[in-house]
């Protein structure tokens, strides 16, 4: 029914940039909030930055000044602009969409910063 494929990740070096994207299936796009966490072996799912549907933006202290959320409703497509990324090794990038009590999540995107 609703689907999210994210893309976009791959290999960066420290200092480096890196756009994710999040394509959405299916129709109320508009209505969701988009989110994108990250992953890596062996830690906590980590909630990296959300947007909501009227644009109100949230981002993980970690992130702030260096990533930037956005969204495209008329392409049904929300982005992660990642900037100045660390040597922080592998992580997975998630994204999610809520509305209400139903929750929607990619099968996420794999990005490594290497020293």
């Known amino acids: 029914q609703v689907q999210l494929v994210e893309s976009g990740g791959g290999f960066v070096q420290a200092g480096g940039s890196l756009r994710l994207s999040c394509a959405a299936s299916g129709s109320g796009f508009r209505s969701w909030l988009m989110s994108w966490y990250r992953q890596g072996p062996g830690k906590q799912r980590e909630l990296v930055a959300s947007?909501?549907?009227?644009?109100?933006?949230d981002y993980a202290d970690s992130v702030k000044g260096r990533f930037t959320i956005s969204r495209d409703n008329a392409k049904n497509t929300a982005y992660l602009q990642m900037n100045s990324l660390k040597s922080e090794g592998t992580d997975v990038y998630f994204c999610t969409g809520r509305f209400y009590e139903r929750n929607f999540w990619g099968r996420g995107t794999q990005v490594t910063v290497s020293s």
């Open positions: 947007i909501s549907p009227t644009g109100i933006i």
